[in-house]
């Protein structure tokens, strides 16, 4: 069981679009429609942003959002804004009740 | 409001066993979910390390399965974590998380336990 590849950094100015990629495998994101993502700010848990590859929980933002094609997941923000500086990783169901995160990637608002 | 506590020692000697405690208030370990633990050493990623139903059938991580040892209390509403032969490599913020196969949608604030002698 591998990590799911993410860039180790992405950067954008504020109002900017951005999209972070997360590539697994045919055993675990093109497999299953259950990639999540989250942001982590230091020093707090994660927090929830994405969810079974594009749905958003109740009080995300609409301008995160997910999609999924074959083996990788993007999770792309629109309007960047300053708070959105945090590391963000993806999660994916692996099968056999085993999940894997991704390697994290640090998003910076320049 | 569900919350999840870690509990246990910060301070754990290499070559021991690292133990943690999850206690969940404010709900009950169902059998609607898993109860895991995620860890996150200094400066990495997150990892998964195992997840525990409510009837006890644990599932590990292959890379830490012939370290890792999961049990539930479901009469304290707790769930645990043991980690043998403890390295620094250990070192690592300790999350406990309710989720199912799709999502994580509880976290424990994080406890650190440090391997060192």
């Known amino acids: 069981q591998s990590a799911l590849t993410q860039p180790a950094s992405v950067s954008g100015s504020p109002g900017q679009s951005i999209t972070i990629s997360c590539t697994g495998t045919?055993?675990?994101?093109?497999?299953?429609?259950?990639v999540c993502w989250y942001q982590h700010h230091p020093g707090k848990p994660p927090k929830l942003i994405i969810y079974?590859?594009?749905k958003r929980p109740s009080g995300v933002p609409t301008r995160f959002s997910g999609s999924k094609s074959g083996n990788t997941a993007s999770l792309t923000i629109s309007g960047l804004q300053a708070e959105d500086e945090a590391d963000y990783y993806c999660?994916?169901?692996?099968?056999?009740?085993?999940?894997?995160f991704g390697g994290g990637t640090k998003l910076t608002v320049l | 409001q569900l919350q999840l506590q870690e509990s246990g020692p910060g301070l754990v000697k290499p070559s021991e066993t690292l133990s943690l405690s999850c206690t969940v208030s404010?709900?009950?370990?169902?059998?609607?979910?898993?109860w895991g633990w995620i860890r996150q050493p200094p400066g990495k990623g997150l990892e998964w390390i195992a997840s525990?139903?409510?009837?006890?059938?644990?599932y590990y991580n292959p890379s830490l399965e012939s370290r890792v040892t999961m049990s539930v209390d479901t009469s304290k509403n707790q769930f645990s974590l043991k980690l043998s032969s403890v390295t620094a490599a250990d070192t690592a913020v300790h999350y406990c998380?309710?989720?199912?196969?799709?999502?994580?949608?509880?976290w424990g604030q994080g406890t650190l336990v440090t391997v060192s002698s």
């Open positions: 045919t055993s675990d994101v093109g497999r299953y429609n259950f």
């Open positions: 525990i139903n409510y009837d006890g059938a644990a």
């Open positions: 998380a309710r989720h199912t196969n799709s999502q994580i949608d509880y």
């Open positions: 079974e590859d594009t």
């Open positions: 404010g709900g009950f370990i169902s059998s609607s979910y898993y």
């Open positions: 999660w994916s169901y692996a099968g056999f009740s085993t999940w894997v």
